[in-house]
């Protein structure tokens, strides 16, 4: 008798017999035998799955076959959908086997009809003719709509000043006081989440659900048997977000106006309560302002704690004196008592920033701000601690996937930053041939990295490779405007910029193109796939170590020295690792696929810790010879 793995993945399973597509992995085989074994053990586990390894597929049979509740989080809302939508019913339709699956997603993901017909009338008052129009097209896809997810809505802009209309907060939701709770798109989907057998959600819902308990706050998801978190190596930084505090002038604003609003809406016959509104808003603008005087100055929150006091002191006034007027004035109206709680709150968070503490201990703290407003940032240095009393408080089973979880083949580094101490430990290396498929490529004679020539530089370098299909990937918004700047003054026949239009439209402008350069930062890192694209050649202009100066960063390295740890080798390089091997990850999609690797680093042969990267990466041949380089790329 067969067993689960053997039955589906095996040369003679079902899955070779039933789908035209399928090709038998001995690696995707193992990978679900494992799996099925650690979901009747129970036991927890880090599981790295190389590309290529056909991963869902070998998680997805195994929970159906298993059964228990089980929620799968992944790291994008593409992938979530593309795992509710194709990979879920493809697994149930070839076990055969049915199950209550949902899907959920955060609040900005979902229609609030409250707020979408409370804004078409004031909107029509005030006669803004453009989002009117976009108000109206909402409204009519509201008629026919079952589920509220925006994602249906495939013209749907985007845009913030439509987004904050049509959709709710956590702050400004009336919940059950809301006229329009029983036909709203965001707890109808948590209802259906809590009945399901399986719930399929994205990181930010999983940590958001676990920060809530962690509070005490209650629950957005059910107690699950098990908890699959795929692309797990992102979790990291979604954690840290849920489980730190953000206090920025849009909260403040919103507050403002939605008392504006409300006071209207009683007749606007308070002028005390119109006189506390104004007066906060009123020191809003004035941090605001102030932010952009001081920018060049001081860093921050040197200016916070110096300079700038008076005019945080004047905020705080401001609020507190909100806080007070509202009080007495909490049985006038539901609106009144919801932003009574949310000014609690804002002040709470005022009070973190200047302790210079985060809720559960040390934290980091920095600021941001552009033209728009501003936004302190407060999160745990030592998230390790954090998460490691979520885990031992959880009674479900936790199975962490990725292809990118090792640093030279060792777990320690998401270990240590996750807090997990007695976890199983499995690796899964990829079905490609690398080494018949990829060529490295570091280009020689280059500027130093932090030279302001590098970039202009590897551009001219690397120009005579860019007759095909070429995914240039850079590790900032400023390298990526020098290399646009250089390559358009090439006339390439097709120049794709990340930023000039929607990232969707970029994707299939070159999926459809026989010729293209697209140039890229961040979001083309990872989650991307570019199977079936002919992807030629991929460039990643330097080695992915993060800006020292980053606050965060910068406050985990105090936390790591503090621990007796080296910050450069047990943090900066296991991250650059990582993301390293994200960036890589796009070029090689299928075993057919063949391309060039070109990094513009040649820190990677130079220095000691270079090898510790290299042994990171897939095994593949590595050549400083241009002309190597050359014959390689006109063999594809």
């Known amino acids: 008798m067969p067993d689960l793995a053997d039955k589906y993945f095996s040369v003679s399973g079902y899955l070779c017999s039933e789908l035209n597509a399928f090709s038998y992995r001995p690696c995707q085989l193992e990978l679900a035998r494992v799996i099925d074994g650690l979901l009747d053990s129970h036991e927890n586990a880090l599981l790295e799955a190389g590309t290529g390894t056909g991963k869902t597929l070998a998680y997805l049979i195994p929970i159906l076959e298993n059964g228990g509740r089980t929620i799968i989080s992944t790291g994008t809302r593409a992938l979530q959908d593309q795992l509710y939508e194709k990979d879920l019913p493809l697994a149930i339709s070839l076990t055969g086997i049915s199950k209550r699956v949902a899907v959920l997603k955060g609040r900005s993901n979902y229609l609030c009809p409250y707020r979408l017909n409370r804004n078409i009338i004031e909107e029509n008052n005030l006669k803004n003719i453009s989002l009117m129009a976009e108000l109206k097209q909402v409204h009519l896809w509201s008629l026919r709509t079952k589920s509220g997810d925006l994602n249906e809505l495939s013209d749907f802009s985007e845009k913030a000043a439509l987004l904050s209309l049509i959709?709710?907060?956590?702050?400004?939701?009336?919940?059950?006081?809301?006229?329009?709770?029983?036909?709203?798109?965001?707890?109808?989907?948590?209802?259906?989440?809590?009945?399901?057998?399986?719930?399929?959600?994205?990181?930010?819902?999983?940590?958001?659900?676990?920060?809530?308990?962690?509070?005490?706050?209650?629950?957005?998801?059910?107690?699950?048997?098990?908890?699959?978190?795929?692309?797990?190596?992102?979790?990291?930084?979604?954690?840290?977000?849920?489980?730190?505090?953000?206090?920025?002038?849009?909260?403040?604003?919103?507050?403002?106006?939605?008392?504006?609003?409300?006071?209207?809406?009683?007749?606007?016959?308070?002028?005390?309560?119109?006189?506390?509104?104004?007066?906060?808003l009123r020191a809003t603008r004035l941090l605001r302002d102030e932010f952009h005087v001081m920018a060049t100055q001081l860093k921050p929150l040197e200016w916070i704690n110096g300079p700038g006091s008076e005019v945080m002191d004047e905020l705080e006034a401001a609020l507190a004196r909100c806080l007070n007027v509202l009080a007495l004035r909490l049985d006038r109206s539901e609106v009144f008592r919801l932003c009574y709680t949310r000014a609690s709150d804002i002040s709470d968070h005022l009070m973190i920033i200047s302790t210079n503490r985060s809720l559960r201990g040390d934290a980091a703290q920095w600021l941001e701000f552009d033209e728009n407003g501003f936004q302190f940032n407060s999160m745990p240095s030592n998230l390790g601690d954090v998460l490691k009393a979520c885990f031992e408080n959880s009674a479900a089973q936790w199975l962490f996937i990725s292809a990118t979880l090792s640093v030279d083949g060792s777990f320690e580094f998401i270990k240590d930053t996750l807090g997990l101490e007695q976890i199983m430990e499995y690796q899964f290396e990829s079905p490609f041939d690398f080494q018949s498929q990829v060529i490295g490529f570091i280009p020689t004679d280059l500027p130093a990295v932090n030279s302001p020539q590098h970039c202009t530089a590897l551009m001219q370098q690397v120009t005579p490779l860019l007759t095909r299909k070429a995914l240039l990937l850079f590790t900032s918004f400023r390298a990526l405007a020098e290399a646009k700047e250089y390559l358009e003054a090439l006339h390439l026949p097709l120049l794709l910029v990340q930023g000039d239009r929607a990232k969707s439209s970029l994707i299939d402008q070159f999926m459809r193109a026989e010729q293209a350069v697209l140039v890229a930062t961040q979001s083309f890192w990872e989650g991307v796939d570019f199977a079936g694209a002919n992807l030629c050649c991929l460039l990643i202009d330097k080695l992915p170590f993060a800006s020292p100066a980053d606050p965060m960063v910068e406050a985990l390295a105090t936390t790591y020295s503090d621990r007796g740890k080296n910050p450069f080798m047990d943090l900066h390089l296991p991250k650059c690792a990582v993301s390293l091997r994200q960036g890589f990850g796009r070029l090689i999609r299928q075993e057919t696929d063949k391309g060039l690797f070109i990094l513009g680093d040649n820190r990677i042969f130079e220095k000691p810790y270079g090898q510790a990267l290299i042994n990171s990466l897939p095994k593949m041949e590595w050549t400083q010879n241009r002309e190597s380089a050359l014959r390689f790329y006109e063999e594809i």
Request: proline share 4%.
């Open 167 to 280: 959709t709710s907060t956590r702050a400004s939701c009336l919940v059950q006081n809301c006229p329009s709770f029983n036909s709203c798109p965001v707890y109808r989907s948590r209802e259906k989440a809590m009945e399901a057998d399986i719930v399929v959600v994205n990181h930010h819902i999983l940590w958001a659900d676990l920060a809530l308990k962690d509070d005490q706050l209650g629950q957005l998801l059910p107690l699950a048997s098990h908890i699959i978190v795929d692309e797990a190596h992102q979790v990291p930084d979604v954690a840290r977000f849920f489980f730190g505090n953000r206090l920025s002038s849009a909260q403040l604003t919103d507050l403002g106006r939605d008392l504006e609003r409300e006071l209207d809406r009683l007749g606007g016959d308070d002028p005390e309560l119109q006189s506390a509104v104004q007066l906060m």
